[in-house]
Nanobody, 121 residues
Framework: VQLQASGGGLVQAGGSLRLSCAAS????????NGWYRQAPGKQRELVAA???????HYADSVKGRFTISRDNAGNTVHLQMTRLKPEDTAVYYC????????????????WGQGTQVTVSS
């Protein structure tokens, strides 16, 4: 699975960004899709995941602010980020993995290239 992430950038605290992750075909529909992030000096962590039956899981730190979604064609996954905070600054990675794999293991599945999100205070 080849994933292409886009949409990162620099934004002020309180602002919004929308990340997108594109894959060829409808491969995303048959896999759990996720967004992970890695800040300098920290381990990669789960931000949000969307299962094949459209159940969304969010890290506590982003609940109520971020929304993960998948388009009807099943080839693009988005992460809408609102009310951004400086602590959201990180490289964000999209991920696709088989439905039977744990979403909390940040080593599994296929990865897109990272996209930098920087939130200034």
């Amino acid at each position: 699975v080849q994933l292409q992430a886009s949409g990162g950038g620099l934004v002020q605290a309180g602002g919004s960004l929308r990340l997108s992750c594109a894959a060829s075909g409808s491969i995303l529909r048959i896999n759990t899709n996720g967004w992970y992030r890695q800040a300098p000096g920290k381990q990669r962590e789960l931000v949000a995941a969307l299962t094949t039956n459209d159940y969304a899981h969010y890290a506590d730190s982003v609940k109520g602010r971020f929304t993960i979604s998948r388009d009807n064609a099943g080839n693009t996954v988005h992460l809408q980020m609102t009310r951004l905070k400086p602590e959201d600054t990180a490289v964000y990675y999209c991920n696709a993995r088989a439905p039977n794999l744990s979403i909390t293991d940040a080593r599994l599945g296929s990865w897109g290239q990272g996209t930098q999100v920087t939130v200034s205070s």
